[in-house]
């Protein structure tokens, strides 16, 4: 009996496996944008670029798809050279040229048509924490020209807020606020 169950579970795996598409995501037009404010006094911004991952997407069952991302820390630009470089410091990251940010799903829960909280796990300086991004699905329709021209294409917003102090990296709060705001687009084609 444990046999035929393990045997049905299986199938059930694979069919759910097999029912999702693999999208790759175009580092071109994908992004981080945080921000957090200054002393009272302004909101500084930066971004992180770079991305490698893959959206396993279930059209069917959106609940049952899966993310995975990654970048490298010292991608972050800022628009000020001395404050990225006092960001990879000990002050902070201690990033060096292997250091990667991570994010891998471990649930999605749509909330609506186009909308899903995606909960997962968020490794940056050697420190995972779960977090919850707010999503929206903007479009899912083949690419409309150029070389990728008719490829399945997926395009996302999400949203979150952290706490830096979380991550090891909370130096001169309160003056700088602990809270940093995170805005993600992003682009997967799907893979051939």
Known sequence: MKALLLASALAVTATVAAAADKYTLDASHSQVIFSYNHLGFSTTFGMFSGFEGEIMFD???????????????KSMFT???????????????????????????????????????????????????????????????????????GTPTLGFDATTTLLRSDFGVGAFAPAVSDEVAVQISLEALKAE
């Open 59 to 73: 059209e069917g069952n959106p609940a049952a798809s899966s993310v995975s991302v990654s970048m490298p820390t």
């Open 79 to 149: 628009g000020w050279e001395q404050r990225e470089n006092h960001f990879m410091s000990d002050d902070f990251f201690g990033a060096t040229d292997d250091d990667m940010i991570s994010f891998v799903s471990t649930s999605i829960e749509v909330t609506g048509d186009t909308t899903a909280k995606i909960t997962g796990d968020l490794t940056m300086n050697d420190i995972t924490k779960s977090v919850v991004l707010d999503a929206v699905l903007n479009q899912a329709a083949p690419y409309p020209f150029g070389p990728n021209q």
